[in-house]
């Protein structure tokens, strides 16, 4: 079992920047990308960014140039640094852990980008 725990949502103005955070603990040696999806309200959940071992990264177009994930292999952390976040990005943010044949999830954190 992996318990993944995220930090570091909340309200910004458009053009405004935020930066979540999770920490993975439990059978981390299981795990061999860690990530970010984001589910608005009426839709699907979607990838947002994803950070797989030996250093490739996944980004959604949308969030192309404005996104960076970043990812601590050591200290079992993964980042989300948002900048100039827009209405559009407002969702629940969900951490990800993959490990073979098995997905973890965090318990997600709104982010809600409004003036």
Same mark, same amino acid.
């Given at each position: 079992?992996?318990?993944?725990?995220?930090?570091?949502?909340?309200?910004?103005?458009?053009?405004?920047?935020?930066?979540?955070?999770?920490?993975? @603990?439990?059978?981390?040696?299981?795990?061999?990308?860690?990530?970010?999806?984001?589910?608005?309200?009426?839709?699907?959940?979607?990838?947002?960014?994803?950070?797989? %071992?030996?250093?490739?990264?996944?980004?959604? %177009?949308?969030?192309?140039?404005?996104?960076?994930?970043?990812?601590?292999?050591?200290?079992?952390?993964?980042?989300?640094?948002?900048? @100039?976040?827009?209405?559009? %990005?407002?969702?629940?943010?969900?951490?990800?852990?993959?490990?073979?044949?098995?997905?973890?999830?965090?318990?997600?954190?709104?982010?809600?980008? @409004?003036?």
């Amino acid at each position: 079992q992996v318990q993944l725990v995220e930090s570091g949502g909340g309200l910004v103005q458009p053009g405004g920047s935020l930066r979540l955070s999770c920490a993975a @603990s439990g059978s981390i040696f299981s795990i061999y990308a860690m990530g970010w999806y984001r589910q608005a309200p009426g839709k699907q959940r979607e990838l947002v960014a994803r950070s797989i %071992d030996g250093g490739r990264t996944n980004y959604a %177009d949308s969030v192309k140039g404005r996104f960076t994930i970043s990812r601590d292999v050591p200290k079992n952390t993964v980042h989300l640094q948002m900048n @100039s976040l827009q209405p559009e %990005d407002t969702a629940v943010y969900y951490c990800n852990a993959a490990s073979v044949g098995y997905d973890y999830w965090g318990q997600g954190t709104q982010v809600t980008v @409004s003036s």
